[in-house]
C-alpha cells in the first residue's frame, strides 16, 4: 500500500512564526500535492511538484512556498504564518504507472493564533 | 477550469438504505475519483474510473463520459458509512474537486 505521511496531526504557531509541513511518500511517486481544506472551500491546490526540484504554483501560492529536494519529500513553508493560514493541510503523491490516482497524507490541522 | 458539483450537499439515511451521491463536471477529463473522507481529516480513495462501473463491496462507482456525470452508490448504508463523500476529476495530472457531500446514517 502507498503511504503517505506528515510530520504533525496538529501544529498550533504564533503569527510571524516561520512553519514547515513535511510530507513523505515511500512509493517513489513522481507527482506530490499540498492541498488546504477550509469549511465551505472545499480542497485547493496551493503547490505541486513533478520532479525533484521542481515546483508549479497552484490556485492559491500567495503566502507559501515548497521545496523538494529528494523524491519522497515535499516540504510546505509559510514564511511568516498568518491567521489566515489556520486550516488543514493535506499532502498527496501520484504516479504514471498508478494511473495518476492520488494518495492522500492524514492531514495536519495547523492553527495560527 | 472544469466545474465539478456534487449532489446533494447533505444526505441522512436510515441504516440499510441505499444511498446515491451525484457528481457532473463542466470539461472532458481523463478519469474521476471517489474520495472518503472520515471527521478527523484522513482522506481516502474509494476509486477512480474513467469509464463504466466498479464495485468495491457495497459500494459501486458509475461514470457516464458523454453524460459528464458520475454516481457513487452505496447499498445497505450503515453508521460507519458516516462520512464525507468527495468527487474529483483528474486533468493533466491534477484534481478539481467538488465540495462534498456529507453523508449521515442513522442507527
Known amino acids: 500500500d502507498v503511504k503517505v505521511t506528515q510530520s504533525s496531526r496538529y501544529l498550533v504557531k504564533r503569527t510571524g512564526e516561520k512553519v514547515f509541513l513535511e510530507c513523505v511518500q515511500d512509493?517513489?511517486?513522481?507527482?506530490m500535492f499540498w492541498y488546504r481544506q477550509d469549511p465551505g472551500l472545499g480542497l485547493r491546490l496551493i503547490y505541486f511538484s513533478y520532479d525533484v526540484k521542481m515546483k508549479e504554483k497552484g490556485d492559491i501560492p500567495e503566502g507559501y512556498s515548497v521545496s523538494r529536494e529528494k523524491k519522497e519529500r515535499f516540504s510546505l513553508i509559510l514564511e511568516s504564518a498568518s491567521t489566515n493560514q489556520t486550516s488543514m493541510y493535506l499532502c498527496a503523491s501520484s504516479s504514471p504507472t498508478s494511473g495518476f490516482e492520488q494518495f492522500f497524507g492524514p492531514g495536519t490541522r495547523l492553527t495560527v493564533l | 477550469k472544469n466545474e465539478v458539483e456534487q449532489s446533494p450537499q447533505n444526505l441522512t439515511a436510515q441504516e440499510g438504505e441505499f444511498i446515491t451521491i451525484n457528481c457532473s463536471y463542466s470539461v472532458g477529463i481523463s478519469a474521476l475519483h471517489w474520495l472518503q473522507q472520515h471527521p478527523g481529516g484522513g482522506i481516502v480513495s474509494l476509486f477512480m474510473l474513467s469509464s463504466g462501473k466498479k464495485k468495491h463491496g457495497r459500494l459501486i462507482a458509475t461514470i457516464n463520459i458523454q453524460e459528464k456525470h458520475s454516481s457513487l452508490h452505496i447499498t445497505a448504508s450503515h453508521p460507519r458509512d458516516s462520512a464525507v463523500y468527495i468527487c474529483a476529476v483528474l486533468d493533466a495530472r491534477q484534481l478539481t474537486f467538488g465540495s462534498g457531500t456529507q453523508l449521515t446514517v442513522l442507527p
Open positions: 512509493m517513489d511517486h513522481e507527482n
